[in-house]
């Protein structure tokens, strides 16, 4: 969904999203349900948007640990300022830039891509590692087996230490 800055009017407009194009086709996780977003757009003069907002989705994320299925809700709530800058503008903001610049996002053109938005803060809202429990074992280095599942036999077998050919010359 594409919002224009001149659509928005200044005592604010909401914008419900259910659904996002580009959030089916992404190789990190799986939607499974619904995405949903609840945008509150206040324009600020002609340059100017603030949006904030919530995101809600149902994931299907894979372990890192045992390559297993689980699920992830993303529950992300968010601001964010648009503005369009001139090119006189953008050359004296390069010169004397602050902090509070950091927070805003410069577009070339008065439009915003509520789809974009929604699919940036599904990606700031998944977890820097999947796991799928804390107290996830993982998979067996020597045979594949899931260690949450099942034991296997190779922790016994390869218990033998590098170091013990050293330790018998030591004898």
Known sequence: ????????????????????????????????????AHCVMHRKGDAQVALTGRVTADLLLVC?????S???????????????????????????ARIDDLDSEVLDEPVIDLDDVVRQQVYLALPMKNLCSETCRGV???????LNLAACGCAEEGKGSPFAVLARLKK
């Open 140 to 146: 067996c280095a020597r045979c594949g087996t899931n």
């Open 70 to 96: 689980f699920d992830f809700t993303v529950n992300n709530e968010f601001q964010l300022l648009f503005e369009v800058e001139s090119a006189e503008s953008r050359r004296i903001k390069a010169l004397d």
């Open 1 to 36: 969904m594409q919002v224009r800055f001149d659509e928005i009017s200044p005592h604010g407009g909401v914008y419900e999203m259910r659904g996002s194009e580009g959030l089916d086709s992404q190789d990190d996780f799986v939607v499974k349900g619904s995405v949903y």
């Open 64 to 68: 890192d640990r045992c390559l297993g």
